[in-house]
């Protein structure tokens, strides 16, 4: 195996090169998003300048340049995902539509009073709030698996309810936005099918750190955000099974999603134009599948090592730091580390860094209940992507010393 040529990498992004007050930029905020490689800005800038029209309608050249490259953008997706077909691939403004778009579509055509909606505690919001509204909506109950105090979901708790008998949805993240956790996705999947429920996975944080094969998982709907995997921001994919999708009614009304219109009766396209109404975001897809071609060249699974090996070294030396906390100890984590400093306010901590060049996030992530859990506000939380160093994380160190100095 080549060695992972980190700088060779972060040559292909530009935005690394640049300065913050006179420090060179650390950018531990991919969790949020992350930056975007050369490659990617390049193929948005090439379509606008040589193959840019609106696609699926037009007969001449541009608009059949850039159909057939948006088309090919969705068989790159397919292939990533392994799914067994580019039907299955509904493209959208990201997880969280993604996953609205289950929720008022499937959910609501199938769930009744009694049903269960089963969720962790570590849910980002948009994987709570689109399965309260149609819990309301239809009368079923949203369920919480409880979370143990490593940040792990607690797996006899997990079981008992699934084995209730009444859960038609498991909405689960992969990979858990706030504290890094890894789920172990496959038992759960298999669990939720033997109960009867269909499975929805949140897979917006696992999409750039791991390779992610929904056939092999047997996920029915997972969904993902181009602008966490280096892609551009406001696209994203949902994968769906192909009885699912055909089955359920359409999401949003308009151009594209249709067969014939009349005022009596309208009919609808197959899937997955069906869920895709109005012009898209077409060179958001084109640029997507950059994205992933360009991961795919790294080798998703050298980054997935290289990522590793910095959240390792990130646990231990950030144990230096006298009264840090690390919250989510999780066996399986995905390049995410957060904490809290006795006494700090994370929002200290992120001025403090920010004055030194350190781009982390600090907040409650979109994941309030989670935090309550760990009877936080907030958390610092530094993310890591296939840009970063073990120097970078020594950065960090240096910056929380500075950090407890000023403020301890
Ligand atoms: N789920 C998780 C786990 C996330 O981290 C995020 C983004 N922070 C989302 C869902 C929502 O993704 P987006 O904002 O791209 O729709």
Not at 120 to 147: D, F, K, Y
Not at 299 to 319: K, N, P, S
Request: charged residues 20%; contains cysteine.
């Amino acid at each position: 195996l080549p060695v992972y040529d980190v700088e060779r990498i972060r040559a292909d992004f530009p935005i690394l090169a640049t300065q913050v007050r006179g420090k060179p930029l650390v950018y531990f905020d991919n969790a949020a998003s992350s930056q975007k490689p050369r490659q990617v800005l390049d193929v948005e800038r090439a379509v606008y300048e040589t193959s840019y029209a609106n696609v699926h309608r037009g007969v001449h050249y541009l608009s059949e340049k850039a159909t057939s490259a948006y088309e090919a953008a969705r068989e790159t997706v397919r292939a990533w995902l392994n799914a067994a077909s580019e039907r299955e691939i509904v493209f959208t403004r990201g997880t969280t539509e993604g996953l609205n778009l289950v929720a008022y579509t499937w959910g609501r055509a199938n769930l009744k009073p009694g049903d269960e909606i089963l969720i962790t505690h570590l849910e980002h919001h948009s994987n709570i709030v689109p399965w309260q509204i149609v819990a309301e909506q239809t009368g079923a109950r949203l369920m919480v698996v409880p979370v143990t105090d490593t940040g792990e979901v607690d797996q006899d708790a997990f079981d008992r309810m699934i084995a209730g008998g009444r859960v038609k949805i498991m909405a689960v993240a992969h990979v858990s936005n706030a504290l890094g956790t890894i789920l172990p996705l496959q038992r759960m999947i298999d669990a939720a099918h033997a109960a009867g429920a269909i499975a929805v996975i949140d897979g917006a944080q696992a999409l750039p750190h791991m390779r992610v094969d929904v056939r092999a998982l047997d996920a029915d709907f997972y969904a993902v955000s181009s602008h966490k995997a280096y892609g551009p921001t406001g696209f994203g994919v949902l994968y769906g099974k192909l009885p699912l999708l055909e089955a359920m009614p359409p999401w949003q009304g308009g151009g594209d999603m249709i067969e014939t219109v009349s005022f009596e009766k309208t009919t609808y396209a197959p899937p997955p134009a069906k869920f895709e109404a109005g012009t898209p975001h077409i060179v958001g897809a084109i640029a997507f599948a950059a994205a992933l071609d360009y991961l795919a060249a790294v080798g998703v699974e050298a980054v997935a090592a290289h990522e590793h090996d910095l959240t390792v070294y990130a646990h231990e030396r950030l144990r230096e730091i006298n009264r840090l906390k690390i919250v989510g100890e999780a066996r399986e984590k995905a390049g995410v580390v957060s904490f809290a400093i006795d006494g700090i306010h994370p929002h200290d901590i992120g001025t403090i860094l920010d004055q030194q060049g350190i781009a982390v996030r600090t907040g409650h992530h979109c994941t309030q209940p989670l935090m309550a859990r760990f009877g936080l506000p907030a958390t610092a939380r530094a993310s890591f992507g296939m840009y970063n160093t073990r120097a970078e994380v020594d950065a960090l160190v240096d910056g929380l010393r500075k950090v407890v100095k000023f403020m301890g």
